[in-house]
């Protein structure tokens, strides 16, 4: 029969047991930073740059609607063949830029590849990567919360991640890729499969740049995981994001027949036509 | 009409400057126009278009038949070209502008802005270079 001096050693002894389950309880909730302590990342930026997605492989000198311009994933025969195919429409201006009709967001990663400004809003429960053309909205949880097991293919898929210092580490899944011929990376005719994911970091390497690392790994299309980094240069203090209505006065929608982008008359008459 | 147009070029003495400016189209592909060449064209405003996502210039230019003919010179976004001091009022309707474009690839009366010079010596764009 436990006397009173071993029932209360008892209770401290179970009360000890119990602290790692409310610990972790509360490691849980901590797993979200105190906003003071996350980096500042406010301003505007823009992309340094080119809209060609990988330029550490770019063969060919100028822009993605240049002839002969291209970049090397490592494909596999198959969607390298692809690929080819695309350039040869884009050298015909007959591989849209499926933005170009205003209806879908651009997705990732080319949500990293896009031109006028952005802005990286760094919560403590989320990360937002906002880009004036589109626009679009890139959101990466930070809460703790993990990737959803039955999560649906999207544009710019669902991204989750943590804070390593002033690193924002994290991964991206359920991504359309060019399942729909909806997403692509770049005018040259980049695309991925609705089998990619990426494992990203962000951090600002110095005051006025933010880089951003892409490895993507799409086992359907690529041989072996692809190292894209973007960066992006901050613009003066004070400068304004706008409004991007792509639907304001579109005058160079994609004929839906032969792909090839049109360029209106202001009454609406396509002009490439001859 | 197209006939016209090229009539018009011809008769016009239209300067074609075989020079590479990028354009500043950020929307879509930019193909259709010839980034190659440079035409020059002075009319006068008909309206300036300062939307998304492009910006576009129409300006009436008489032909060589003394037809008036609209071209569309197509821009950038108000967003960048506000952040750099374009404003709606750049270019005000009735205003006498030379503008120079890369001209479509077949000869319909659009192309990419490049540049104008207004009467007054007033510059816009990239007419230096």
Same mark, same amino acid.
């Given at each position: 029969m436990p006397t009173k001096a071993g029932a209360i050693l008892i209770g401290l002894t179970s009360a000890l047991l119990l602290v790692p389950g409310l610990s972790f309880g509360q490691r849980e909730q901590t797993t979200v930073p105190a906003y003071d302590k996350l980096p500042d990342w406010s301003g505007a930026w823009s992309m340094v740059g080119g809209t060609v997605f990988d330029r550490a492989t770019q063969t060919g000198e100028g822009g993605a609607i240049s002839l002969g311009v291209r970049s090397h994933p490592p494909y596999n025969a198959e969607w390298e063949a692809l690929y080819k195919t695309h350039l040869d429409k884009r050298d015909k201006n007959l591989f849209p830029d499926t933005i170009s009709n205003c209806g879908v967001p651009a997705g990732f990663p080319r949500h990293f590849n896009l031109p006028d400004l952005y802005e990286f809003v760094v919560r403590p429960e989320q990360v937002w990567v906002l880009t004036e053309n589109g626009p679009n909205i890139m959101r990466i949880y930070t809460d703790g919360?993990?990737? =959803?097991?039955?999560?649906w293919e999207t544009y710019t898929g669902d991204s989750v991640g943590h804070w390593e210092g002033d690193t924002l580490l994290f991964t991206t899944v359920a991504l359309k890729g060019?399942?729909?011929?909806?997403?692509?990376?770049d005018r040259t005719g980049l695309v991925l499969s609705d089998k990619s994911h990426a494992t990203t970091r962000i951090r600002k390497v110095n005051p006025t740049t933010i880089e951003v690392q892409m490895t993507i790994e799409d086992p359907k299309?690529?041989?072996?995981?692809?190292?894209?980094?973007?960066q992006f240069r901050k613009q003066p203090a004070g400068t304004r994001i706008y409004d991007y209505g792509c639907a304001e006065n579109n005058r160079n929608p994609v004929d839906v027949k032969t792909g090839e982008t049109?360029? =209106?008359?202001?009454?609406?008459?396509?002009?490439?036509k001859d | 009409m197209r006939t016209s147009y090229k009539v018009l070029l011809g008769s016009l003495a239209v300067a074609e400057l075989f020079v590479s400016i990028p354009p500043a189209i950020a929307h879509h592909s930019g193909a259709g126009f010839n980034n190659d060449k440079v035409m020059e064209l002075t009319g006068t405003i008909k309206e300036f278009q300062f939307t998304n996502p492009h910006s576009w210039i129409q300006v009436i230019v008489e032909d060589a038949n003394a037809q008036k003919v609209e071209w569309s010179l197509e821009w +950038?976004? *108000?967003?960048?070209?506000? /952040?750099? +001091?374009? /404003? *709606?009022?750049?270019? *005000?309707p009735g205003a006498k502008v030379t503008v120079r474009l890369h001209p479509m690839l077949n000869g319909a009366p659009a192309g990419g802005f490049v +540049?104008?010079?207004?009467?007054?010596?007033?510059?816009? +764009?990239?007419?230096?270079k």
């Open positions: 919360r993990k990737h =959803l097991e039955d999560q060019y399942r729909d011929r909806d997403v692509i990376l299309a690529l041989t072996k995981p692809w190292v894209v980094t973007k049109l360029v =209106l008359s202001p009454d609406g008459t396509p002009l490439n | +950038g976004s *108000p967003n960048s070209l506000g /952040r750099q +001091g374009i /404003r *709606p009022s750049t270019f *005000p +540049g104008a010079k207004f009467a007054d010596g007033k510059t816009v +764009g990239q007419w230096e």
